[in-house]
């Protein structure tokens, strides 16, 4: 929940005024929490698989091996709560520019991750280790498929807040930010893909992609907690009715 107001024990508005119930903050609060936990299962996955080397290689491919499955069921559920976080979004955003284009390109973002966890990677640099590179499979095409729909879901999100804080007064210095975000998304998985998906420092531009779109919307959060206005309890009615 937002910060309480007085002692008044309301939750705060949203960015367009919209007042946000205790379960859009939920919501909301689901794609950072999602993210926090995909990220600690692949570190302790990475840090634990023989032969795997986090610098040169991508996330995907903790999904192959006779452990992949705990990577892929990572995909799935990260991907579930990003679809959920979009409902908050929605909430959050609501009314003006991009309360739906946001909202939607979550539920793209978090789709492709659930098919990426479905789907995984082919064998590549490798990894794992013994295993033949280089055969390409139905299944590996479809994991880079939703792969490139996901960043790219996630790189134009950071275009559309960007344009929605530029029209917002108390926003407009964010709009800056939010471009950043969407040029360093772009630029890292660029020269991660410049890399052919592994090797060299493929695995560090390919986790900054991913990251500088998360620590964005978290901080958008954290200051939309901070700083909007408080509701009032006719309004939280409403905004729980929508939400539902």
């Known amino acids: 929940m937002g910060r309480r107001d007085g002692g008044s024990g309301l939750p705060r508005r949203g960015l367009g005024g919209g ?8 919501l909301l609060a689901a794609g950072p929490a999602g ?13 634990t698989r023989a032969g795997y080397q986090a610098l040169a290689q991508p996330i995907s491919a903790l999904s192959l091996g006779s452990a992949g499955w705990v990577q892929q069921l990572n995909f799935v559920v990260f991907g579930m709560l990003v679809c ?18 946001f909202p939607v390109l979550r539920v793209i973002a978090g789709a492709g991750l659930v098919m990426d966890g479905l789907f995984a990677q082919d064998p590549s640099g490798g990894y794992p280790p013994g295993v033949r590179a280089g055969v390409v499979t139905v299944h590996g095409q479809v994991h880079t ?14 275009f559309v807040l960007a344009a929605r804080f530029a029209a917002e007064p108390g926003w407009r210095r964010w ?3 939010a471009l950043g975000a969407g040029v360093a998304t772009i630029s890292f ?14 695995g560090v531009w390919e986790r900054a992609a991913g990251g500088a779109t998360t620590v964005l919307t978290v901080a ?8 909007s206005r408080p509701a ?9 009715r929508e939400v539902a």
């Open 19 to 26: 007042a946000l119930s205790a379960r859009a903050w939920l």
């Open 35 to 47: 993210g926090l936990v995909f990220t600690g299962v692949y570190l302790a996955e990475g840090a």
């Open 84 to 101: 959920l976080s979009a409902a908050g979004w929605r909430a959050a955003l609501a009314p003006g520019r991009g309360a739906l284009a």
């Open 145 to 158: 498929l939703f792969a490139v729909i996901t960043i790219t879901a996630l790189a134009v999100g950071c």
């Open 175 to 177: 709009a800056v930010v």
């Open 189 to 202: 998985i660029g020269a991660f893909g410049a890399t052919g998906g592994h090797g060299g420092l493929a």
């Open 220 to 227: 958008v959060l954290a200051r939309l907690a901070v700083t």
């Open 232 to 240: 009032d309890r006719a309004d939280l009615a409403v905004a729980g």
